[in-house]
């Protein structure tokens, strides 16, 4: 079975800094990333990157703050965020696809985590 597990969300000051962990059971995936959704908005991209390869696409809003990297061993990829800002409040989904090309739409990301709270206060 197939399961994305998410941890590391939580609720931090402005400035600060979070990781977020992805673990991957069941089998690898081509591609793996980050999305968040923001109570009333849609879900949208955080980050996403090929597990083979240094292939990483990042919002324009994160660039410079967070930072998307993979461990094989674990089959686990991270998301370290920094200078998180109060707009960066969100529920974190962890997403996985078979195919091989990035894509930076939620509709076509196969898997799923349960997803993780993060919450920056000001």
């Known amino acids: 079975q197939v399961q994305l597990v998410e941890s590391g969300g939580g609720l931090v000051q402005a400035g600060g800094s979070l990781r977020l962990s992805c673990a991957a059971s069941?089998?690898?995936?081509?591609?793996m990333g980050w999305f968040r959704q923001a109570p009333g908005k849609e879900r949208e991209l955080v980050a996403v990157?090929?597990?083979?390869?240094?292939?990483?696409r990042y919002a324009e809003f994160v660039k410079g703050r967070f930072t998307i990297s993979r461990d094989n061993a674990k089959n686990t990829v991270y998301l370290q965020m920094n200078s998180l800002k109060p707009e960066d409040t969100a529920v974190y989904y962890c997403?996985?696809?078979?195919?091989?090309?990035?894509?930076?739409?939620?509709?076509?990301?196969?898997?799923w985590g349960q997803g993780t709270q993060v919450t920056v206060s000001s």
């Open positions: 997403a996985a696809r078979n195919s091989l090309v990035l894509s930076t739409s939620s509709r076509e990301y196969d898997y």
């Open positions: 990157r090929r597990w083979s390869g240094g292939d990483i």
């Open positions: 069941g089998r690898t995936f081509n591609v």
